[in-house]
């Protein structure tokens, strides 16, 4: 079975610090990584995709993706209480082609102020 | 632009009955896709729709099922429901040339099965 692993969290840190979120997947043929953000209570609001190996930045966040290790991360730079929700990281994987989104259980991340 | 608008917002029902759930896709994006959320999960796909044709469905019984209609609004429809059906179902629109599939999210119906 197709898989999407995150650390459930909670994670932990101080506001202003970088917080790191992380997920890999099994398929090796998978295509594009997203990440998502998820209040309580709330649906879930794409942060940010990323498709080829390396880093993408926009704004405050940056993704990075190691296709040869099936690693995806997000990092969240000067953290503030109002980042504190649970990520989600989606992926399309390959057989499915742009189809579906396999989604990890999520990490819940607290910034303490 | 508008979002993506889903209905009702809040659904409660009895084990055995059906339900019918509501999505209006995007401004702009010809395709839907149904998820399921259960409490501390990540949502699970159900079926896609493109051009008023299922285009793939996740590992969900016959009881749920769909439609789209031709302004690329959608349906999911669940029969007999179970106990477990209780969850978030979440509609998702994106545009057949999108780049990579990238999907966003209505607000979701919170499904309530007694």
């Known amino acids: 079975q197709k898989e999407v692993e995150q650390n459930s969290g909670p994670l932990s840190v101080p506001e202003g610090a970088i917080a790191s979120l992380n997920c890999t997947y099994s398929?090796?043929?998978?295509?594009?990584f997203f990440w998502y953000r998820q209040y309580s209570g709330k649906s879930p609001e794409l942060i940010m995709f990323?498709?080829?190996?390396g880093d993408k930045e926009d704004g405050r966040f940056t993704a990075q993706l190691n296709k040869a290790s099936q690693y995806v991360s997000l990092l969240i730079r000067d953290s503030q209480p109002s980042d504190s929700a649970t990520y989600l990281c989606?992926?399309?994987?390959?057989?499915?082609?742009?189809?579906?989104?396999?989604f990890g259980s999520g990490t819940r991340l607290q910034v303490q102020p | 632009e508008t979002g993506v608008t889903q209905s009702p917002t809040h659904l409660i029902k009895t084990r055995g009955q059906q339900v019918t759930l509501r999505c209006s896709s995007q401004s702009g994006h010809n395709t839907v896709s149904w998820y399921q959320q259960a409490l501390g999960q990540g949502p699970q796909f159900i079926f896609q729709y493109y051009r008023e044709e299922e285009n793939g469905r996740g590992n969900f019984p016959p009881r749920f099922s769909g439609l789209q209609f031709p302004n690329y609004s959608s349906e999911l429809n669940v029969n007999a429901l179970e106990l477990d059906d209780s969850a978030l179902y979440l509609c998702?629109?994106?545009?057949?040339?999108?780049?990579?599939?990238?999907?966003?999210f209505g607000p979701g119906t919170r499904l309530l099965v007694l």
């Open positions: 989606a992926v399309n994987m390959g057989d499915t082609g742009r189809r579906a989104l396999t």
């Open positions: 990323i498709y080829s190996n």
């Open positions: 998702a629109s994106s545009s057949s040339g999108a780049p990579y599939g990238t999907q966003y």
């Open positions: 398929d090796r043929g998978s295509q594009s």
